[in-house]
């Protein structure tokens, strides 16, 4: 098994066929689940001990039942698991810095090859019994428990199921009971080394199918609608295998009032609009590829008869939030809150005359993941709870964000430079997986066209 994630790694580099000419390949679903095993493997046996022991939290204890999923069990089961069965219990018991954490399940079922049962309904027919007696013999000082009012992500305790814990549990291991809500959000967004190395190749793959879809293989400008490539970029992730976590969004602005008003709200979809020459693109698009997601927005410049290149002002206006991105991730340090980073980037990018906006938010093992919200659309004064959760290392950020900009050669029309990328906060500092878009894609491509 240690083995095999090197060799998985090593096959990402090869070409996508039918794809992009320098897209990574994209793994036949038994070679991936060999790979996401071995990533679990190796969170749980190295990852895992380090983040109980930042918490201080020497159990840990994970209930789920199939069909009401606990999020965090969920990245915690073999790939051929696709849910939790009857009731999947998880026990992590610390023993200390040289013994390692000991994974039980008390389950009907092992964990894959992962986590060993042990649980015998022959000898012991009552489950909650059996998990109350493996927790009393270990009598830890904190019994960590999925439950939180902050993150909807490190909640998936129902109330049933602790009702039935409680009942079984003695008074006095009734007292270690404590919220596992750090603990489960550290889980659910800090990447191994692993993780990062194989983000770049997911990245690249889901930019590789932004930049194919706003070409002229896609788009016929006067043809061409919004929706028809929303479809397109469906139809794509689908016929690569992949999954689309949330439906994209494609919409236009152009230099005609009204048509992509700076001033519309993200809580409404852009409108169907047939895309002509001299159209600035904006895409909005996420992927699932090896339990892993992306979140990314990209412009692009559909050319007038005669243009080789975008306007200046276009260019100028792209730098502006190339800048914007610039000015957050310089704020993003590790043990600052979320809330601190975003007064701190408002409050430059005031000073440099950028007219901002920011919602950037982890990313990892789900879209919008745990961790600390750097504002949001419509919270720009700040995010109460979650926005007060500080920055650690190794986790990656979906940098969101927006620049309004007036451009004269539009009759003094707002446009939104909106973008967003992943970026990983490293010791090193932020880094952009598989790079950002600091130059417009053309439609279509002009041969001297540079690399977004």
Known sequence: MKRLLPLMMLLLLYPVLGSAQHSPTILPLRERAALQDSLLQNRLETLLPTLMRRQGMDMWVLIAREYNEDPVVQTMLPATWLSARRRTILLFHDRGAGKGVEKLAVARYDIGNLVKGAWSPEQEPNQWKRLAQLITERNPKKIGLNVSPLFAHADGLTKAEYDSLMHYLPAAQQKAVVSAEQLAVDWLQTRTEQELALYEQISKIGHDIISEGFSEKVVIPGVTTTEDVVWWFRERIAELRLEAWFHPTVDVQRANPGAGDSQRSFAQRPSEDVIQPGDLLHVDLGITYLGLNTD???????????????????????ATGNRLQDILTAHMKPGKTGN?????????????????????????????????????????????????????LNTAYAIELNAKVTLPAWN???????????????????HYIDGRQTALLLIPRASSSPRP
Not at 303 to 310: F, H, V
Not at 359 to 370: C, F, L
Not at 414 to 424: C, S
Request: aromatic share 6%; glycine share 10%; net charge neutral.
């Open 296 to 318: 990314v927005q990209r412009l692009a410049y559909v050319l007038k008869p005669g243009e080789t290149d975008a306007p200046a002002y276009l260019k100028k206006a792209l």
């Open 340 to 392: 601190e980073a975003l007064r701190e980037t408002l409050a430059q990018a005031k000073k440099e005359k950028i007219n901002a906006s920011i919602y950037s938010h982890p990313i990892g093992y789900h879209g919008h993941g745990a961790g600390p919200a750097i504002g949001m659309w419509d919270m720009q004064q700040g995010v109460p709870g979650t926005g007060d959760y500080p920055l650690h």
């Open 412 to 430: 003094n029309k707002e446009i939104r430079v909106m973008l967003e990328e992943q970026a990983a906060l490293t010791p090193t500092g932020m």
